[in-house]
């Protein structure tokens, strides 16, 4: 929203101008706000971002225009306000087989719990094993290359990790994501185990800066 106070005794006319683009792409779009507000008055004027993209949205209020009467001049006032906006992902289930850990079935072990796949492939009994720890089994490791990052790619990159992620945890699979942050020369790590941690990690993901030298990257993740 952009608030527009006239303090005059006289009705203006002016044009907000107004720059948004991905925070990935470093070419912005310019959009022009127009409008009419009355004589000592306040009002605001809303702009609606596009949906399609999901990531760390950039809005930079550039100038403001108020025009004479007839719209013939304007005195430009230049203001250069900046507000990130994160659009998140939505979060789907997607089709992920979690293998558990299996044994050779006992007499005690419930019909349940034989897997019936490994049992006709190895022609003998093959049980699931219910007891297994709860720590992280699967790392999801985010390599975002600044050469090779787009809006676009960024963004299907999220909605594919959000999915992933929500995946895991309903399948009580606690994981580990990482990624390199190259201005802290440190290797972030969130561990997901429910809905609200896996959310936590793609709104700090959305943050994440491209990186540039992938060599220095690659030891700090060895």
């Not at 998140?88 to 034989?114: A, G, N, Q």
């Not at 050469?147 to 990790?161: P, R, Y």
């Not at 972030?188 to 540039?212: F, H, R, Y």
């Amino acid at each position: 929203g952009i608030t527009v106070k006239n303090q005059s005794a006289w009705n203006m006319r002016y044009e907000a101008v107004i720059l948004v683009g991905n925070k990935i792409e470093e070419k912005k779009k310019q959009k022009r706000i127009r409008g009419v507000i009355q004589a000592e008055n306040v009002r605001t004027f809303w702009y609606e971002l596009p949906g399609n993209i999901c990531g760390s949205m950039e809005i930079t209020l550039n100038e403001i225009r108020i025009y004479d009467p007839l719209c013939i001049f304007y005195i430009r006032r230049r203001e250069a306000e900046t507000v990130f906006v994160k659009i998140m992902p939505e979060f789907e289930l997607m089709p992920v087989e979690i293998t558990r850990k299996m044994r050779e079935y006992r007499r005690e072990d419930s019909l349940k719990d034989i897997h019936w796949k490994l049992t006709a492939a190895k022609e003998e009994l093959v049980a699931k094993e219910r007891a297994f720890p709860l720590g992280c089994a699967v790392l999801i490791w985010f390599d975002i290359r600044e050469k090779e990052c787009t809006a676009n790619g960024f963004s299907k990159m999220l909605k594919t990790a959000s999915s992933l992620s929500i995946t895991l945890v309903e399948e009580k699979c606690i994981h580990l994501a990482a990624w390199y942050e190259e201005d802290t020369e440190q290797i972030v790590t969130v561990k997901v185990k429910d809905e609200e941690s896996c959310c936590q990690m793609v709104w700090e993901l959305i943050d994440i800066k491209p990186c540039g030298n992938t060599e220095k990257r690659d030891s700090y993740m060895r």
